[in-house]
């Protein structure tokens, strides 16, 4: 079992910024990518961003193209998520997930790729 510890989150106006971060605290298994995704009350979880572990291949959604940035440090098994500009409609609960080295792979945008998941912080843009 690997716990991931989120922190970050927070009450912004829009236009504002906020940065994420995720540590993956166990080192037991190897870490093949880490990735965001966010939920709001009534709606499907919807991934965010994603980067492979080893080479650094960064995903975005759409949404969040040229707003949000998503890096790692590979050494802390530690992800962040950079929120620029940010907009009502980013207002969810962001959650990071890890994908398990050897674990089946389904593609950056699935829930079924990843093994761990964090508990959740909460992001609240207001008008």
């Known amino acids: 079992q690997v716990p991931l510890v989120e922190s970050g989150g927070g009450l912004v106006q829009a236009g504002g910024s906020l940065r994420l971060s995720c540590v993956a605290s166990?080192?037991?298994?190897?870490?093949?990518?880490m990735s965001w995704f966010r939920q709001v009350p009534g709606k499907e979880r919807q991934f965010i961003a994603a980067?492979?572990?080893?080479?650094?291949?960064?995903y975005y959604a759409d949404s969040v193209k040229g707003r949000f940035t998503i890096s790692r440090d590979n050494a802390k098994n530690t992800v962040y998520l950079q929120m620029n500009s940010l907009k009502p409609e980013d207002t969810a609960v962001y959650t990071c997930?890890?994908?398990?080295?050897?674990?089946?792979?389904?593609?950056?945008?699935?829930?079924?790729?990843?093994?761990?998941w964090g508990q959740g912080t909460q992001v609240t843009v207001s008008s």
């Open positions: 980067v492979m572990w080893s080479g650094g291949s960064t």
């Open positions: 166990g080192r037991t298994v190897s870490t093949y990518a």
């Open positions: 997930a890890a994908a398990r080295g050897g674990s089946p792979w389904f593609g950056y945008a699935y829930i079924k790729s990843y093994t761990y």
